[in-house]
């Protein structure tokens, strides 16, 4: 997984970010009303040049690259996924929602790195497992035993 992420993204988070939510929108356009109404009246270029979605873009990759780097640290994984429920369960994105951007996701990846199908496979059970943790992350945003991970590293 982490020979063919970096060989699709290298070091260009944002534009292949950008590449994979436009895919997305196309593919499910009601999620681009739902969540992300602020780019309703947009075309593709102007799409593309949006600083806001160019931020979250660059969030969703760099997601995914630290899920990717972390797969041999289950805390790496945790910790991310609960970030990702306490930041996106207030605005009411579900284990649903972000399931059909990890199909994009691979599918993206697919068209450009030409996977295998045991590379392919290796990325759905690696999303499956995050998305595991994200639907049983409690929705107020905190850990399993308790503790708030936004109170964990102000204090590091």
């Known amino acids: ?43 593709e270029e102007e799409l593309r040049k949006s600083p806001r979605l160019h931020s979250h873009a660059s969030g969703v990759v760099l997601g995914v690259t630290q899920i990717i780097n972390g797969l041999e640290n289950p805390l790496v994984v945790n910790e991310v996924a609960h970030k990702f429920a306490q930041s996106h369960f207030t605005r009411g994105v579900r284990e649903k929602n972000v399931r059909l951007l990890t199909t994009i996701i691979i599918q993206y990846v697919q068209s450009i790195g030409s996977l295998k199908d045991s590379t392919r496979d290796a990325y759905r059970k690696m999303f499956d497992h995050f998305l595991k943790i994200v639907e049983t992350s409690h929705p107020t945003g905190t850990h399993p035993t308790g503790t708030n991970p936004r109170t964990i590293h102000q204090s590091e």
């Open 1 to 43: 997984i982490k020979l063919s992420w970096n060989r699709v993204i290298g070091d260009d988070s944002g534009g292949h970010g950008i590449n994979i939510l436009i895919n997305f929108f196309k593919t499910y356009p009601e999620v681009r009303g739902q969540y992300f109404g602020f780019l309703n009246n947009l075309n």
